[in-house]
């Protein structure tokens, strides 16, 4: 099974700021990694996916996320924070390629306030 | 573009009470979960179909039971609800095996037992 772990569980940043959550997955398999986005009382979005083209992901809403097999990572930024981007935001990892079974393994999440 | 409908949206039990929760897709897919979420806990695995007529547990299936007997259905049951049940619920879909394609969410469905 895989693990992920997104550091923060609350992150704070100005409106105009870098955005920068982080996420660390353990995976003996190369394996497929998403970012979600969850609005208050909605469902989860999916905000981008890395499926082993491009290392660098860009995905809706300006934001994007570089895949680093060296150091299992998967972190989601932004240049510019606007206040719509306040949310909750997961990391998921499948399992390894070659897996029959489609299960995501989901972070415990990251809030994102976005102060004025 | 329905693509995952949960229904109900918000339903309060009395515990002991029984209830159903249906997820419905449009997509095709044969992969379906339910979730659970649960403040800082992220999102756990109640149970999950590879097809039609297959299910099979997750991380917490205790209490909890489903059904997959039309591709296009996943119902999840709570046979005696307990307040431990209080969570909102997250049914999704996938098309391919090794999560490459993915999840497709529901709304939810945001569940109270009192």
């Known amino acids: 099974a895989q693990s992920v772990t997104q550091l923060g569980s609350h992150v704070s940043v100005s409106e105009g700021a870098l955005v920068l959550l982080r996420c660390n997955y353990s995976?003996?398999?190369?394996?497929?990694l998403f970012w979600y986005v969850q609005y208050p009382n909605q469902g989860l979005q999916l905000l981008l996916k890395?499926?082993?083209?491009?290392?660098l992901v860009k995905g809706i809403n300006g934001f994007e996320a570089e895949f680093k097999k060296s150091e299992t990572s998967f972190h989601l930024t932004k240049p510019s924070a606007h206040m719509s981007d306040a949310a909750e935001y997961f990391c998921?990892?499948?399992?390894?390629?070659?897996?029959?079974?489609?299960?995501?393994?989901f972070g415990r999440g990251t809030q994102l306030t976005v102060w004025p | 573009n329905a693509g995952v409908t949960q229904t109900p949206k918000f339903r309060v039990l009395k515990t002991g009470q029984s209830m159903t929760l249906l997820c419905a897709q449009d997509m095709n897919h044969e992969y379906m979960y339910w979730y659970r979420q649960d403040p800082g806990m992220g999102l756990r695995l109640i149970h999950y179909?590879?097809?039609?007529?297959?299910?099979a547990k997750g991380e917490v299936p205790d209490g909890y039971n489903v059904s997959r007997l039309k591709k296009q259905n996943f119902l999840l049951g709570l046979e005696s609800a307990a307040p431990s049940q209080t969570s909102v619920y997250f049914c999704a879909s996938s098309s391919a095996g090794g999560g490459e394609g993915g999840y497709t969410f529901g709304s939810g469905t945001r569940l109270t037992v009192v």
């Open positions: 998921a990892v499948s399992d390894g390629r070659g897996s029959t079974l489609g299960r995501l393994y």
């Open positions: 995976s003996s398999v190369p394996p497929y």
């Open positions: 890395y499926t082993s083209a491009a290392t």
């Open positions: 179909s590879v097809g039609e007529g297959t299910t």
